[in-house]
């Protein structure tokens, strides 16, 4: 299936990927073979975006989690798909401790350990999207950034991305590391949807300059649109007006507001692959368009 594509850096992927981070859940632990029959769907369907973080685990003691699960179905695929255009997206910067606690550490011997660790939980020798995962709060963000520069020079990653960065943030980061046309940061993945829309500036700023926009949780509000009284109820419609799921509009809607949009919803059943695919080519129009924009959303 040929799907639309956008740009990540010197990269051409479709422009909806997998989000890989439910299928590390403890419910899923049982499913493995239901979450790499999700990814193999994925590839059979012309997704090339997938994408994970070290992090995304069952627990602390199984930091990796993910990242192996993804290898393992790269690893098993017998389908038609050329995996060389398939590009695996991952992240550090996040640590995890015992009770569930999460914290930060984007130092250098830090970032350094955890890219090493991911390299072989991927059982690659490159990544070639590493992210940014979180700013550490303790750190200067450009000393961050710096470290990141560090596994890039090393050959450990071939492509840096940020997540969870402001629009300030993303101007440090390009004084540093450059512009995707650069060869510098070439993505940003920040919560946006319907729900929440506090990180426009960001979208903003990302369109000016070219860079990829990976929306992280982009299907807030759209469960709740079929609701009596909801605010979303402009989605609920409009699907029907297309012929489609409010979250299949929903995502269709996110692409639809910069061309440097590439979505990344979670999945863990091969039925969802089929949905998010769908809404890659989902037309809306502008008026259309235009009524969702003008939802309320609870963060603003």
Known sequence: MNLPTRRLGDLTVTSVGVGCMPMSFPAMLEK????????????????????????????????????????????????????????????????????????????????????????????????????????????????????LLALKEAGLVARIGLSNASDEQIDIAIGILGGPQDGGVVSVQNQYSPKFRANRAALDRCTELGIAYLPWSPLGGASQASEVGSRYVEFAEVAAEVGATAQEVTLAWLLKLSPVVINIPGATRPATIDSIVKSATLELSDQQQARLDATVPETA
């Open 32 to 147: 493995r073979d239901q979450a790499i029959a999700t990814l193999h769907r994925a590839l059979d369907l012309g997704v090339t975006l997938i994408d994970t973080a070290n992090i995304y685990a069952p627990s602390s003691s199984t930091i990796g989690h993910n990242e192996t699960l993804v290898a393992e179905a790269l690893r098993t695929y017998t389908g038609a798909a050329d995996l060389g255009a398939v590009v695996v997206a991952t992240k550090g910067g996040i640590t995890r401790g015992s009770g569930g606690t999460y914290g930060s550490d984007s130092s250098p011997d830090a970032l350094r350990a955890a890219c090493e660790k991911s390299l072989a939980c991927l059982g690659v020798s490159q990544i070639q999207l590493y992210q940014h995962h979180r700013p550490d709060p303790d750190l200067p963000y450009a000393d961050q950034i710096r470290a």
